[in-house]
Every structure is written in structure tokens, then in C-alpha cells.
């Protein structure tokens, strides 16, 4: 008896399931590759946005650099930011310190302010006086104690979060987060 | 009787299989063809952020330094022609024409002693971190110690030891006589900074499509000489081969006044000579557009599915970049420079 067998049916089925499961694991490598390109593109908009502020904020004088971070030895204690937690840049419009020009956040990624739209960057400042940060004593009236940390970090969401506020709902699975740190004295030496 | 085994497909079995076939290729080839439009936007999207990167960080690099050797006698003349900021400068907001001129030593090497100088002053050598920009064509060093900026006379071509640079003086043009009577060792201990002489910059930009960053040669009278040389050129004519436009700048100043006790920042688009030493920072940005077709011709007319207005530290968005086109790729790029030299010199003048 001749016992040429060609594939049947189901043989065809099954190799077509399979060829196509491995394709379905591509096309999430594909989907994978879009979200790293996203990623990369929102992270550089947000190193400038917190480079932009870091540069602002040295571009002030030593009298309104204190005023921003407060003297916490000044009796009544001017507005501080030194000691608090993290807060939105909003904090900072004040003519005085920048201008009736300063840009405070939610930005989208095309640099305009945005509240409501996809994807918002959030930027935020927190400080506290150098010693604190680094835990060491400085007596009253030496140049350390004059020194200011101030960390200026941005938070936005992931690809595949468009509506995540990142700043008051932070999740490490959700958001990303980079924080830039200064240092710089509110007196002049 | 014998059965004849050798069956082959139906005409039903060939046709589902071939359905089936018809199918994967169908999806494979909508995954080979997004993969293609993915390649081709992440190709052009990586090539808008380099350039992009590349024409800030040299705008940002000249004007960091201004100031890095100046003076406050540079800070204490009205004529616009001479000073650190020269000109009458004129900022924009996105759609104006832009110029703004200045003094800063970016192109030449900043470094700093490895060793004392050695020798008997004024003849002292100086042993130099050497650095990419210490060609044999500087003609002078700004020194600066203490009391202020030595400026040498025309050096010769500086001699290479491992990673130094050695140049030997044979005096000052400017020098500091509150040093009178030290020696070169004295007056420059290692560590003291060197930087080299200072150019004539001019950044131009002709809305919507010419970007230029230009730097001349100061003659001895502080006045520029010679030669235009080109950092950014940037000029879209239309041509066919050309892909990339800048049609949106921002250039504005950080001007720090103080009325009585109150003290203000406001961010402006020019100022007068009078105002000059106010200025504490300066921020720019743009847009970088590629023309490159980035879509598919279907997907041209589609709603956009996010805003496309790209805006630079504004808040209105009537004063934005509105991309119309979807088939192109547009990026924002921005950035804020603090004239720290700048602002010392500042610092010294209103003390």
C-alpha cells in the first residue's frame, strides 16, 4: 500500500496557532518599543523642566532666595519652604521672586500649561537647610549655616497612564520621578 | 480488494487553509508595515531631539560663560557698543525677530593650573590642565588670581607635556599692583583658573526659518575684527533635500530690579544700556520641525488625538506653535541660563 500523508487539517491548525502565538509575543515587543520611545521623549522634556528651575532658582538674589526658603531663625518666620514636604511650584508665583511670567505646572508635553489634558508633568520644590540634610551641626553665623538643599523633582505618568497625577497619586508602576538638587547660600559673601 | 490509501487534500481542506493562510499573512503584514511607520517615527523623533539638543546646548554653552572675563569696568559704560551685553538687544516671543550680542570666552579653553607658576615675575610658566581647546592659535590668557584677571601679553604656542599644556609668559598687558613685589609662584598657585580670550557673539534669528549663532575676534580696543565664523547656521529655504525648520524662537532676559526695599524679577524681551547690569539669566526655546513624512497619506486628514500646540514658557496658548500639518513631527526645546559670572560682576558693581 502506498502511505504517502499529507498534513491534515488540524496539523496546519496547530502550526498556524503556534506561528501565530509567537507572533502575538512580538507584537507586545513592538507595543513595548513605543512605550520605551515615549518614555525617552518624556523624560528629557522633564530634565528641562527641572533644570529650567533649578536655573531660575539660582538666578535669584540672596535676599529673595531667603525669602523663598524662609530663615526659620526669624521671628515673625517668613514664608518657608524649608522643613515641608514637597510642594507644587504654584508655591513660587509671586512677583516678587519671578515675575508675573513664571510658568508653574501641570505642563503637557508640548511645554504648554495644562490641567486637564493627558499626560501633565508636575513640578514641585522642596528644602531644608543644609545641615539638616546632612545632618551636621553648624554654628549660628558660619557660611554653612547659610546653606540651603533644595531638590526640585518632576513627576509624570507612564505610557499607558494618560490621567494619573503623578504629584498627588504617586505609584512606582504608574509614574516616573527625577529629583535635581542645589545647594546655594541666602547670604553674600 | 486493495483500498487505494493515497488521499490527498479536499477541495474544502485547501480552501480553509488557504483562508487561514490568506489571514496570518494579512495580520503580518499590518505588523510588518506599523513596525516600518514605528522605525520611521522613532528614526525621525530621535533625529529632531539630537539636533534639537546639539543647537541648545551650543546657545546655552556661549552664553553660560558671559561675563567669565569681564570686569566691572565692562559693566560701568553706557555705550552700547562697548560692555559685555552689547547692542540694543530684541527678544521675541515665538514669531519676532531676535538678536542679541555679547561677550563670552566659549571656544576658548577654560582650565587651571596644575603646578605654581614658575620663574621670575613678570617671565612666569605656567603649567596647564590641558584641554581639547588649547590649540597653538591662542594669542593671550586671562589669569585670574585674588585681586582680579591678569591678561597676558601674545604668548607664543603652548608645548605639550602628557596632559599639560606649558606656556611661558614674558609679561602682562594687565596686572594687579596690590601683588607688587610677589613672585609668579605667589601670585599664581596651582588650581588658579586660566581661561582664554573672549569672543564677539551674535545670535540671529529671522522668524520663521533662519536661526544663526556667529562669533568674531576682539581687536585690542575690545571692538570685533576679522573673519564671521559660524557655529549655527541654520536656514530653511524650502529646498527639496531639506528636512528640518525652526519656525517658533523665544529669547527673553531676567531683569532684577530693586524700587526702595522691594525687589523684582520680571522676564523681558529687551532692555536699555541703563538696565544692562540687571540682567541675571537668560532663557530660550523652540520649536524643531521635521518635514519628513511621518504618517501614512490616510492618516493626514485624521483628528488629531492631543493638542498640537507647542508652547515656550508662555500662558497663553493664542501665542503658541500650532502644528497643522500631522504628517510632520515637531518638538519643544527650552532653556533657562543663569549668568553666574555675570551676576558676580554685578554683585561687585552695585556694592
Known sequence: MNKIKAFTLIEVMISIFIFTTSMLGYMAFHAHSMAVIFDNESAQFAHALAFNLVDEINSMSFESFGDMVGDPTSTPQKTALVGTSSQLDSVMTNSKLFGDKFLYSPFNILGAQDSTGSYRFYRAVRADSYANKTQTYAAQGTFLSTLYHVDVSVYWPKKGYPDKNCFADYSEAACNYLSIPLVRSNHKY | ?351
Open chain 2, 1 to 351: 480488494m486493495k483500498i487505494e490509501k493515497n488521499r490527498a487534500f479536499t477541495i474544502i481542506e485547501l480552501m480553509v487553509s488557504i483562508f487561514l493562510t490568506i489571514t496570518v499573512i494579512a495580520s503580518f503584514y499590518k505588523l510588518y508595515e506599523a513596525s516600518l511607520k514605528t522605525e520611521r517615527t522613532s528614526s525621525i523623533r530621535v533625529s529632531v531631539n539630537l539636533l534639537g539638543e546639539q543647537i541648545m546646548d551650543t546657545l546655552a554653552n556661549s552664553m553660560r560663560l558671559i561675563g567669565l572675563n569681564g570686569e566691572i569696568g565692562d559693566l560701568q559704560t553706557s555705550d552700547t557698543a562697548f560692555g559685555i551685553l552689547r547692542g540694543t538687544p530684541r527678544g521675541g516671543l515665538g514669531k519676532d525677530h531676535v538678536s542679541f550680542t555679547y561677550l563670552s570666552p566659549y571656544g576658548s579653553p577654560v582650565s587651571k593650573l596644575q603646578e605654581d607658576a614658575s620663574g621670575t615675575y613678570p617671565a612666569c610658566t605656567f603649567k596647564i590642565f590641558n584641554s581639547a581647546a588649547f590649540h597653538a592659535n591662542i594669542s593671550k590668557l586671562y589669569i585670574h588670581n585674588q585681586q582680579g584677571i591678569y591678561v597676558t601679553k601674545q604668548i607664543g604656542a603652548p608645548s605639550y607635556s602628557g596632559n599639560n599644556a606649558i606656556v611661558t609668559v614674558e609679561s602682562f598687558d594687565k596686572e594687579w599692583s596690590a601683588d607688587d613685589g610677589k613672585t609668579c609662584k605667589q601670585r599664581f598657585p596651582a588650581g588658579t583658573l586660566v581661561s582664554g580670550e573672549d569672543f564677539y557673539y551674535a545670535l540671529t534669528y529671522t522668524y520663521p526659518k533662519s536661526l544663526k549663532l556667529t562669533y568674531k575676534e576682539l581687536d585690542s580696543s575690545g571692538n570685533p575684527t576679522g573673519a564671521e565664523n559660524e557655529l549655527i547656521n541654520f536656514e530653511y529655504d524650502n529646498k527639496a533635500n531639506q528636512t528640518f525648520q525652526i519656525p517658533f524662537f523665544v529669547l527673553e532676559f531676567l531683569k532684577e530690579s530693586i524700587e526702595g526695599d522691594v525687589e523684582s524679577r520680571t522676564w523681558v524681551t529687551t532692555f536699555s544700556a541703563e538696565e544692562r547690569n540687571d540682567i541675571v539669566a537668560v532663557r530660550f526655546g523652540f520649536v524643531l520641525l521635521s518635514l519628513k513624512d511621518r504618517v501614512t497619506a490616510k492618516d493626514v486628514n485624521a483628528a488629531p488625538s492631543m493638542s498640537n500646540k507647542y508652547c515656550i514658557f508662555n500662558k497663553n496658548t493664542n501665542n503658541c506653535y500650532e502644528l497643522t500639518n500631522p504628517n510632520y513631527t515637531a518638538s519643544v526645546f527650552q532653556r533657562v541660563v543663569y549668568l553666574a559670572n555675570f551676576r558676580m560682576l554685578e554683585d561687585q558693581v552695585k556694592k
